[in-house]
């Protein structure tokens, strides 16, 4: 049986690296990429330097992709930035940015991912959306509108790809202790914490728990989902 | 019009059709056969799967990453992907421009 391929998206650090070694270890042939490049490697890990919102690295990280593995099984689609400001003190660029990042790259990775994934009629994406969502969280307008944009993506390209074998679903981290959330306030992280029906931060274990589940064959019935971690 | 072009696309639509349960031989599709509508030889999702598979075997034969379905594709009054002999021309052309950038 050939080697299941994964593709996680913003590996650099953070959640996106600890899903990399994650799926190293489950056997996967993981395949990632960031902006700039990684300082460190795992066997089984191929990292590639593509900036998600950029269509011509994306398209160039696939052919790569195609060409040495001829196939991609799952995506997770992790890469992002957040901006945590008040609406008033948000620069267009920051806007830009933030859309750029989480929703074209997002849109951009899934579309090349899904014409592979056709090809042999199974795939599976997994799209990372926020608790701040749920939460309507204040101060983070455009990181939650922008979440807001791939859930909706999420919904509707799950309909789109369900002919071709392929499902997307979605995740809603809580607060877990990555540089994404490193310049928010300790206590903003308390206050969001103690609205969870769990109250402790989360772990990149947590969120690869939901993905495991997302990404098995037996989940080929479960599209369009969107699972927050935490209670909320 | 390219030959190996339209050869190319009968071959994707070929294996489309039979991918999806249908079967239509070689000899019976060419230029002329429209590829949507009543009379199409494939459903939308078809058409999709179709138009990558073409991308992916463009850029394997010629090396050119080429999008069939881009704003100009979706933009043009008659669209490209009526028949096998108009998505034929319509990537001849993107093809030729993209030997030009190159």
Known sequence: ?232 | MSADLVRLIVDAVQEQCEGRGSTVAAADLGPETPLLGRAGVLDSLGLVTLVVALEQTLEDEYGLSVSLADERALSERKSPFRTIGTLAEYAERLIDGARQRA
């Open chain 1, 1 to 232: 049986m050939p080697d299941v391929v994964t593709l996680v998206t913003g590996t650099r650090k953070g959640i996106g690296r600890a899903l990399a070694e994650h799926y190293v270890r489950a056997g996967h042939r993981v395949v990632g990429c960031s902006r700039t490049d990684v300082d460190w490697t795992l066997e089984g890990y191929a990292h590639y330097r593509a900036d998600v919102a950029d269509e011509r690295a994306v398209k160039e990280l696939f052919t790569e992709i195609r060409r040495k593995y001829g196939r991609l099984d799952h995506l997770i689609n992790n890469a992002g930035i957040a901006s945590m400001n008040h609406s008033l003190l948000t620069p267009l660029s920051t806007v830009h940015k933030v859309l750029d990042t989480n929703v074209v790259g997002t849109f951009l990775v899934s579309r090349e991912a899904a014409k592979l994934m056709a090809t042999n009629g199974f795939g599976r994406i997994v799209n990372l959306t926020t608790v701040a969502l749920a939460l309507r969280l204040e101060g983070e307008a455009i990181y939650v509108a922008s979440k807001a944009a791939v859930l909706g993506l999420t919904q509707v390209l799950a309909r789109e790809l369900a002919g071709l074998g392929i499902t997307v679903n979605a995740i809603g981290p809580v607060p877990v202790d990555t540089d994404l959330i490193g310049s928010v306030p300790k206590d903003k992280i308390e206050r969001i914490v103690r609205q969870q029906a769990i109250p402790r931060m989360g772990t990149a274990e947590d969120i690869a728990n939901v993905i495991d589940f997302y990404l098995r064959k037996e989940s080929g019935f479960i599209t369009g989902q969107h699972l927050v971690l935490g209670g909320l």
